[in-house]
Nanobody
Framework: QVQLVESGGGLVQAGESLTLSCAAS?????MGWYRQAPGKQRELVAT???????NYADSVKGRFTISRDNAKNTVYLQANILKPEDTAVYYC???????????????WGQGTQVIVSS
């Protein structure tokens, strides 16, 4: 069973930044971040392939940057200009490519809380 271990959540003020990290126990084709706010469904934040192809939710484009270190099986999320609406539990995700344009998530981390105060 693949394990994903997240770190880096916490409490920040609006406009500040933080970085989330997630280390996988195995090599994964796709890694990324999803989030779930109270009372809402889990949603995509960003994903990245081993080749570096990225996909972002419109709500975070221009503020968040996803990157990965393939040698360490680790994915990062640099979140800048944070807003109160970014408050959520952030989940690391890992999976595989189904085609050149689609992927599926097979594994989830335990989640890390991010709270953005106004």
């Amino acid at each position: 069973q693949v394990q994903l271990v997240e770190s880096g959540g916490g409490l920040v003020q609006a406009g500040e930044s933080l970085t989330l990290s997630c280390a996988a126990s195995e090599r994964l084709s796709v890694m990324g971040w999803y989030r779930q706010a109270p009372g809402k469904q889990r949603e995509l934040v960003a994903t990245i392939t081993r080749g570096g192809r990225t996909n972002y939710a419109d709500s975070v484009k221009g503020r968040f940057t996803i990157s990965r270190d393939n040698a360490k099986n680790t994915v990062y999320l640099q979140a800048n200009i944070l807003k109160p609406e970014d408050t959520a539990v952030y989940y690391c995700a890992g999976g595989r490519l189904l085609s050149s344009t689609s992927s599926t998530i097979d594994y989830w981390g335990q989640g890390t809380q991010v709270i953005v105060s106004s």
